[in-house]
């Protein structure tokens, strides 16, 4: 290098970190970190990242990121790199780089790996279960259910991030009153997931679901406000709404609709149903402090109940597929799977929750922890501030 560009090359060095503030070995614009998100495929994980964005309050910038086929390779060698990612699907993966990266969905790991060769003091921040070793992150916010061991970098909250407050539940039940206004009190929420690991939501299940909800809120005098998810299919959709028999406000999740009610739903309902496969929807329902009902979506065998504690899983399920992640419950290390059960136990013996048809709990449930403040310490702290 002549002395000309070592000049020039000390001149931009000045411009670059002038207007920035030293915090540790971190250079702080305005005294914020830049800070990326990097979406998820899954609707749960990105609303666990906004709200955790939010909350943050940082100045933040949204990567949506489409992936190869080869990404699911990838993954398993936990490979620094964008190989796996379509660039020109994907939002912009350039400079200026990330001080934070916040990320959910194994996919997101290579890209964060990749972001901190580019800058080795980047933070990085995941959501839930990551495939790779826990050391290769600077914080972990998981959930029980992941079964995850205690480490310095790993923050244990009982419940998942989410984005109902009171203000926001306020804000819609007066938006969507009129539109609701003409179906009968009390409301019942009925807040319907879908098939997930070893457990099938199947038009059966369904059916029981419409007819157990129903008898709630008809023994109450009143309505179902329904709203499905992205993982009801439609043949328990169609087979849900048959078996409704009392006023119904039935909603059907698409993912390109203008306007979703769900915040309403949770902010009119007198009481909640949740269909006890979704622990996105059980957090957002238990956060309002009604009364929140869990169904379960499998019965007999198969069933998700557990109330003698966690028993071992029984290894058969009703398809090929859910046979194999029962398997892995039994068997194969944490990140290969999740037991759900552990959250229902805790949220039915803390008092925050019962079983659809069981008795009221006696006592009074127990205060919840607020999981998104724990969180929004744990990063700050990664940054002194």
Known sequence: MTDASKAVSARLSVTRLKPLQIQGNFYLKNSHP???????PHSGDNTQLRALAAALGWPCESKRLSYRRQEGLLRVLSLPTLAGVDLAA???????????VICSGRGAEAVAFWLKQQNPHLRIVFVGTPWSGLSRFDLVITTPQYRLPQAPNVLHNLLPLHDVTPDRLSAETVRWQPRLGTLPRPFTALLVGGASGPYLFTPA????????????????????????????????????????????????????????????????????????????????????????????????????????????????GRS?????????????????????????HQLVTSGRAQWLGDPPAKASPLPLEDALARAVARIRGLFGL
């Open 34 to 40: 830049r800070t990326w998100v990097l979406h998820s």
């Open 90 to 100: 994907s939002s912009p993966i350039e400079a200026p780089w990330p001080d934070l």
């Open 205 to 316: 299940s369904a059916r029981r679901l419409g007819r157990e909800a129903s008898a709630v809120a008809r023994a109450a005098g009143g309505s179902l406000l329904v709203t499905t998810s992205a993982r009801t299919g439609d043949a328990a959709a169609d087979a849900l709404q048959s078996a409704i028999d009392v006023p119904c406000f039935f909603h059907r999740w698409q993912s390109d609709a203008p306007d979703n009610p769900f915040h309403a739903v949770l902010g009119l309902a007198d009481r909640i149903i949740v269909t006890a496969d979704s622990i996105s929807m059980m957090s957002e329902a238990v956060s309002t402090g009604k009364p929140v009902l869990l169904f379960d979506i499998e019965e007999g065998p198969y069933a998700m109940r557990a109330d003698a504690g966690r028993p071992r899983i029984g290894w058969r």
């Open 320 to 344: 090929a597929n859910a046979s194999i992640f029962r398997l892995l419950i039994n068997h194969a290390p944490p990140r290969f799977s999740r037991d759900l059960r552990v959250v229902h």
